[in-house]
C-alpha cells in the first residue's frame, strides 16, 4: 500500500459522541459520553451491571432512559473515587445531565423525577481534640 493513498476502513465505523456531562456525588466523580446507538453502558471499560452487581444498581442506572422513554442511546463513564455507593449516584446524575442537553424537552421529565439534583451531603471532616471522631467529645466527670 503506498504511503499517499487512503487506508482501507478496516476499523469498525466511528460512533457519534451526542453529549458530555459530569456527575459528582461525595468523592465520587463520573464523566459520562452519551454516544448514539444503544449497545447499553460501559463503566470503566466493564459492562455497568458487572461494574455495579445488584438489582437496586440495575434499576438507579436504567431510571434516567425510563423517564425519557429513550433507548437508543449508550453511554461510557469513566468513574473515580469514592465508594460503589456514591460512585453509582454521580453515574446516574452524570448520564441524567447528559440526557438533558441531548433534548431541551428531557429536562423537565428528569427535574420532575429528582435526577438532576446534586446530593450535597458529604462526609463530616474530623475535628481536633475529639479522640479521632467528628463528633465524639471526651466524657465529663459527673461530679
Known amino acids: ?9 478496516d476499523k469498525q465505523p466511528t460512533t457519534k459522541v451526542v453529549a458530555h456531562a459530569v456527575g459528582r456525588r461525595k468523592v465520587a466523580v463520573a464523566t459520562v459520553k452519551l454516544i448514539s446507538g444503544g449497545t447499553g453502558i460501559m463503566v470503566n471499560k466493564k459492562p455497568a451491571l458487572e461494574y455495579f452487581p445488584g438489582e437496586t444498581a440495575k434499576l438507579k442506572l ?6 425519557c422513554d429513550v433507548s437508543k442511546y449508550s453511554a461510557t463513564v469513566r468513574v473515580s473515587g469514592g465508594g460503589i455507593g456514591g460512585q453509582l449516584d454521580a453515574t446516574v446524575l452524570g448520564l441524567s445531565r447528559a440526557l438533558s442537553t441531548v433534548k431541551k424537552e ?9 435526577l438532576l439534583t446534586r446530593d450535597p451531603r458529604e462526609r463530616q471532616r474530623r475535628m481536633i481534640g475529639m479522640g479521632g471522631k467528628s463528633r465524639r467529645r471526651k466524657q465529663s466527670p459527673k461530679r
Open 106 to 114: 428531557f429536562r423537565p421529565l428528569l427535574k420532575s423525577a429528582g
Open 1 to 9: 500500500m503506498a504511503k499517499n493513498q487512503p487506508a482501507t476502513s
Open 62 to 67: 436504567s431510571n434516567p432512559f425510563t423517564v
